[in-house]
């Protein structure tokens, strides 16, 4: 092991303790509350929401960016772009909506909306997403204490996966709240070192600095270098994922009000832009300084280790470490939440607040072995395993979170019919492309393909078991009639600019944008009696609503 793997070691053992220990007294000292476990009593202030947010999201986009950058150039920084762009919608458009319904997860909604047995497939399909995005963001720090302690990459995943265990399973949300807030003092820590790192190899200016040395590769200063599909991709996931993102909500959620949720979540905003820049120049200068590694995540270690002090990349390696665990803490407890929480309440309506809490601790051991499981199948690329949690997640909710919120036509078993289209859809055209994580089956995203199917399966389902009728003249009508002719321009356009589209890989996109003008135009369209089965099963009406945890 060398000198700056011993700093590693012994400073990543020093801060998790801190992080279980201060998690458990900060737990002890707070009073239990109304929901205490899944949404901390709603007591954060906007800055302990903004620190959750930023480790949240920043942590997993600095993780992200570095690799892509270290590929891309200075392109990967519209990923950064797109997921700031997410933040900001999710502040503006649900944080007071969601509040006023007492919403703590995507599957709830669908629950409250669509009953049982919505809501356990969809409690399923979305903890068991969870694992992977929390798998892809440990592969990071895996990635460096592989380099400096030659651990296995699994293992190293797999030790994570015990530590958030114990850190998530005592107190909940709560822990999740003072580990994020350490979390963001550690990658503030970490992005002084890459400060550094930067200044002290190659430097900014000189005959071998940075500037000279991405002179003499040009296509690491061009923005589009990642490519227009990639990019365009980024954005649509991240705004469509925008009614999705059931881990900001739980935390948004557990502010003390809307507004504290709001300032959390715009201040998470603007923490974010240093570290997203810090990112981008880390990886374009790795690639410069030692190109042509086929692991990114494993050469930036191995550069950050040969610039600076062993104690000074130990330092920068836990700030890996919180990165990893700003990320995959927070999707391994809303995973549970899902499991245990609404899988829980769905095959048990009369469960109480103490056992679907210990549901919820128990989803949190097998979501830990769900974890190692898939660092043991799959360990070296963190993009296959984002996309394909984006592709079976996303694939499977839109439609019925869409509807939940703004079609009161929509049935249980449309819901159902499309949670399933969804995401057979989608895995079947990533299986069709080979599983890869950028070349798909006929140049389309299977995240797009997915979602279309979704949608589709809710519309036809719907209008084909609803008694409906066209809205009278009005003012409905006029924008029904509006979203149906812009769905039929994208149609022609997609037609017109087809060998563009396939070039640059974006006719999943124009699929999927016109199905959604679709989407729109009917629910804009459509109002009559809903269907025998709309709402929720009979039997969900006899119990309370599991929107907001009794107390």
Same mark, same amino acid.
């Given at each position: 092991m060398t000198a700056a793997g011993l700093w590693t070691v012994a400073l990543a053992l020093v801060y998790t303790?801190?992080?279980?220990?201060?998690?458990?007294?900060?737990?002890?000292? !707070?009073?239990?509350?109304?929901?205490? *476990? *899944?949404?901390?009593?709603?007591?954060?202030?906007?800055?302990?929401?903004?620190?959750?947010?930023?480790?949240l999201f920043s942590g997993s986009s600095y993780i992200a960016i570095v690799e892509l950058s270290y590929?891309?150039?200075?392109?990967?920084?519209?990923?950064?772009?797109?997921?700031t762009v997410q933040i900001l919608l999710i502040a503006l458009l649900l944080v007071k909506p969601l509040r006023e319904k007492l919403v703590v997860t995507v599957t709830g909604i669908i629950g409250d909306r669509f009953g049982r047995a919505a809501k356990a497939i969809g409690s399923v399909i979305t903890g068991l997403t969870f694992p992977m995005y929390s798998v892809a963001t440990t592969i990071a720090f895996a990635s460096a204490l592989h380099v400096v302690t030659d651990l296995s990459l699994p293992l190293s995943v797999a030790a994570t996966a015990v530590v958030l265990l114990v850190f998530l399973s005592g107190g909940g949300m709560r822990s999740v709240g003072f580990s994020q807030t350490m979390n963001v003092i550690m990658i503030g820590l970490m992005f002084l070192v890459g400060v550094w790192v930067l200044l002290a190899n190659p430097g900014f200016g000189g005959a071998d600095g940075l500037v000279a040395r991405a002179a003499e590769a040009p296509e690491m200063l061009d923005l589009s270098n990642a490519g227009v599909s990639l990019i365009v991709a980024w954005f649509g996931t991240f705004i469509i994922n925008v009614p999705l993102a059931q881990a900001a909500f739980q935390m948004s959620m557990s502010a003390r009000t809307p507004e504290d949720g709001q300032r959390g979540l715009y201040r998470a905003a603007v923490l974010g832009i240093p570290l997203i820049l810090l990112g981008v120049v880390i990886g374009v200068a790795a690639a410069l300084v030692q190109p042509g590694e086929a692991l990114p995540l494993v050469a930036?270690?191995?550069?950050?280790?040969?610039?600076?002090?062993?104690?000074?990349?130990?330092?920068?390696?836990?700030?890996?470490?919180?990165c990893a665990l700003?990320?995959?803490?927070?999707? !391994? *407890?809303?995973?549970?939440?899902?499991?245990?929480?609404d899988l829980g309440s769905a095959l048990n309506p009369a469960a109480s607040e103490r056992q679907l809490?210990?549901?919820?601790?128990?989803?949190?051991?097998?979501?830990?072995?769900?974890?190692?499981? *898939?660092?043991?199948?799959?360990?070296?690329?963190s993009a296959w395993w984002n996309v394909m949690?984006?592709?079976?997640?996303?694939?499977?909710?839109?439609?019925?979170?869409?509807?939940?919120?703004?079609?009161?036509?929509?049935?249980?078993?449309?819901?159902?019919?499309?949670?399933?289209?969804?995401?057979?859809?989608?895995?079947?055209?990533?299986?069709?492309?080979?599983?890869?994580?950028?070349?798909?089956?006929?140049?389309?995203?299977?995240?797009?393909?997915?979602?279309?199917?979704?949608?589709?399966?809710?519309?036809?389902v719907s209008l084909a078991q609803s008694r409906w009728r066209l809205v009278?003249?009005?003012?409905?009508? !006029?924008?029904?009639?509006?979203?149906?002719?812009?769905?039929?321009?994208?149609?022609?356009?997609a037609a017109a600019l087809w060998p563009w589209l396939v070039q640059f890989g974006l006719v999943g996109l124009a699929m999927l944008a016109a199905m959604i003008t679709v989407f729109v135009a009917v629910v804009l369209l459509t109002e009559g009696?809903?269907?025998?089965?709309?709402?929720?099963?009979?039997?969900?009406?006899?119990?309370?609503?599991?929107?907001?945890?009794a107390s």
């Open positions: 303790a801190l992080l279980v220990v201060g998690g458990r007294i900060m737990v002890r000292r !707070q009073e239990t509350g109304k929901g205490g *476990f *899944f949404v901390g009593g709603r007591s954060f202030g906007p800055w302990t929401v903004a620190f959750c947010i930023t480790g590929r891309t150039g200075i392109s990967a920084v519209w990923y950064g772009v797109a997921e930036i270690p191995e550069y950050i280790a040969s610039v600076v002090p062993p104690w000074a990349a130990g330092i920068f390696f836990v700030g890996l470490w919180a700003g990320w995959a803490g927070p999707c !391994q *407890f809303s995973g549970a939440t899902s499991l245990g929480r809490v210990r549901y919820t601790r128990v989803a949190l051991v097998g979501l830990t072995v769900v974890m190692v499981v *898939f660092a043991l199948l799959r360990t070296e690329e949690a984006w592709t079976l997640r996303n694939g499977a909710t839109l439609a019925p979170v869409l509807a939940a919120f703004f079609w009161p036509l929509a049935t249980r078993s449309a819901a159902l019919t499309a949670m399933l289209a969804g995401f057979g859809v989608g895995m079947s055209w990533y299986a069709a492309s080979g599983f890869h994580a950028t070349d798909f089956f006929l140049g389309m995203h299977p995240v797009w393909v997915g979602m279309t199917a979704n949608l589709l399966g809710m519309v036809l009278a003249p009005g003012r409905e009508r !006029q924008r029904g009639v509006t979203a149906i002719i812009a769905a039929g321009l994208i149609v022609v356009a009696t809903p269907a025998p089965d709309a709402g929720p099963d009979p039997v969900d009406e006899a119990v309370p609503s599991r929107s907001e945890p």
